[in-house]
T-cell receptor, first 112, second 116 residues
Framework: KAGVTQTPRYLIKTRGQQVTLSCSPI?????VSWYQQTPGQGLQFLFE???????NKGNFPGRFSGRQFSNSRSEMNVSTLELGDSALYLC???????????FGPGTRLTVL | DQQVKQNSPSLSVQEGRISILNCDYT??????FLWYKKYPAEGPTFLIS?????DKNEDGRFTVFLNKSAKHLSLHIVPSQPGDSAVYFC???????????????FGKGTLLTVNP
């Protein structure tokens, strides 16, 4: 069974731009969660989607948004990028109410 | 407010010896705990988990111990191997966090180095 895939793997943007990251979950997994990993803060929860609806949200500003499609694929968008948004963005999928989340390789975003 | 803490940023052990990674938490509502391993340029990989109704779970060389009264858990790796060198994250799940899949709260990780 194929794992969680994320595209692109690397991205360089400048301040003020916006970015869209994509995540394809493991086949059959309907829950997708997004995390931000930075050296100082570790992994921080962004949001979770299930059946195209956001079910849970972390403490991030409204510049961070996401959506999920009917095939469970998910995208997250960051608008008006700031230098502090440079991080590894990880997507994880799981079956409903499963506690084991399976992570993708992440997208490394660099904001210049 | 960091609800899951891994107070040791790094740990170095000799091959064949025991590695003990520690994790403390503050939220008494956490009822499920997980350990993930992460290599550079890869996403975290699930390693082992434990429910709050247990105090020990074992899987091969990996054992997780949970002390609910102390709000402390630890991961033991015996014997340690050079391939175990990675960052280890402790995570906790709160069933009251809402959502369809309980939100995971992670510690900041411990870099384990196993020397040959």
């Amino acid at each position: 069974k194929a794992g969680v895939t994320q595209t692109p793997r690397y991205l360089i943007k400048t301040r003020g731009q916006q970015v869209t990251l994509s995540c394809s979950p493991i086949s059959g997994h309907r829950s997708v969660s997004w995390y931000q990993q930075t050296p100082g803060q570790g992994l921080q929860f962004l949001f979770e989607y299930f059946s195209e609806t956001q079910r849970n949200k972390g403490n991030f500003p409204g510049r961070f948004s996401g959506r999920q499609f009917s095939n469970s694929r998910s995208e997250m968008n960051v608008s008006t990028l700031e230098l502090g948004d440079s991080a590894l963005y990880l997507c994880a999928s799981s079956t409903r109410r499963g506690n084991e989340q399976f992570f993708g390789p992440g997208t490394r975003l660099t904001v210049l | 407010d960091q609800q899951v803490k891994q107070n040791s940023p790094s740990l170095s052990v000799q091959e064949g010896r025991i590695s003990i990674l520690n994790c403390d938490y503050t939220n008494s509502m956490f009822d499920y705990f997980l350990w993930y391993k992460k290599y550079p340029a890869e996403g975290p990989t699930f390693l082992i988990s434990i429910s709050s109704i247990k105090d020990k779970n074992e899987d091969g060389r990996f054992t997780v111990f949970l002390n609910k009264s102390a709000k402390h858990l630890s991961l033991h790796i015996v014997p340690s191997q050079p391939g175990d060198s990675a960052v280890y994250f402790c995570a906790a799940s709160d069933p009251n966090s809402g959502g369809s899949n309980y939100k995971l709260t992670f510690g900041k990780g411990t870099l384990l180095t196993v020397n040959p």
